[in-house]
């Protein structure tokens, strides 16, 4: 890759941004392969992914909560051999209420903010690995007044001709410590997932997000979801855009968590 079409480490978030906008699609990429590049968590694209989560029947009066995730992914350059692939999540949130006659409340939830070292020349085996910090950046509530930080790791597999694209992303966040609201926390996730694609652009997907509360009780640490659904790339001009739609129920909840989900993301993408 040509050393002027990466972003190197003096990139300010503004510049980043101007340089996101103006950079235009790869053309040489087909519909599969950008289908591919966009279910790699630490591939050399520039990405803004709009994932939205519906919950059904949360809390004691089974109300709907929704999650929008902003996850914009940025890779920079360290050198020819190595990649940090920066992704932040930034989630807004609508709770239901909890209590009769109780208001919903709609705000910010807790920033995360991760960092993968990737290789930047792999093999079909890709793997990553970094650190994730949450910021108590909440409104109304809606998450932790605490610091956290943790370990993440990924690994998948890609191998050209072959239209299978699977792995796993794994994070552990501990709090920095627990004298605020939320008190401290120690919580984990896992995503598996799997991906088929066809030569259209077209693609079967299972990614499920699964989570466990370390200081919970007994059978209220895990949520477990089983499902899938179905993604296509499309192009708004040059500009590939990854869709995506699918649903997971909880096998394994805690009471009053969620049992469906329904998942919908537009991920805008800017091959280099």
């Not at 289908?35 to 694209?45: D, E, H, I, T």
């Not at 499902?227 to 708004?236: A, D, E, N, P, V």
């Amino acid at each position: 890759m040509n050393p002027s079409n990466r972003f190197n480490l003096a990139c300010t978030p503004l510049l980043c941004l101007a340089a996101l906008l103006a950079t235009p699609a790869h053309a040489a990429l087909s519909a599969e392969e950008l289908a591919k590049l966009a279910q790699n968590p630490v591939g050399n694209v520039i990405s803004v992914p709009f994932q939205n989560n519906t919950n059904f029947n949360v809390g004691p009066l089974s109300g709907t909560q929704n999650v929008l995730n902003i996850q914009p992914v940025i890779p920079v350059s360290i050198n020819s051999d190595w990649n940090l692939i920066t992704r932040t999540i930034i989630p807004v949130v609508s709770m239901p209420a909890f209590s009769p006659g109780g208001d919903r409340e709609n705000g910010l939830g807790d920033i995360q903010l991760t960092g993968f070292l990737s290789p930047a020349n792999p093999g079909n085996w890709i793997w990553g690995a970094g650190a994730v910090a949450q910021l108590p950046t909440n409104t109304n509530g809606l998450g932790n007044d605490n610091w956290g930080l943790g370990p993440t790791a990924v690994l998948l597999h890609i191998e050209k001709g072959s239209p299978w694209v699977y792995g796993a992303l794994v994070n552990n966040i501990w709090s920095m410590s627990g004298s605020k609201q939320g008190g401290s926390y120690n919580n984990g996730l896992i995503q598996p997932f799997l991906n088929y694609n066809f030569p259209e652009g077209y693609y079967l997907t299972s990614a499920p997000i699964a989570t466990v509360n370390w200081k919970a009780e007994g059978g209220q640490k895990w949520t477990v979801p089983l499902g899938g659904g179905i993604g296509k790339i499309f192009h708004l001009g040059k500009l590939p855009v990854n869709t995506q739609i699918s649903g997971y129920y909880n096998v394994v909840r805690p009471d009053d968590a969620a049992n469906w989900q329904l998942r919908l993301q537009v991920q805008f993408m800017f091959p280099k």
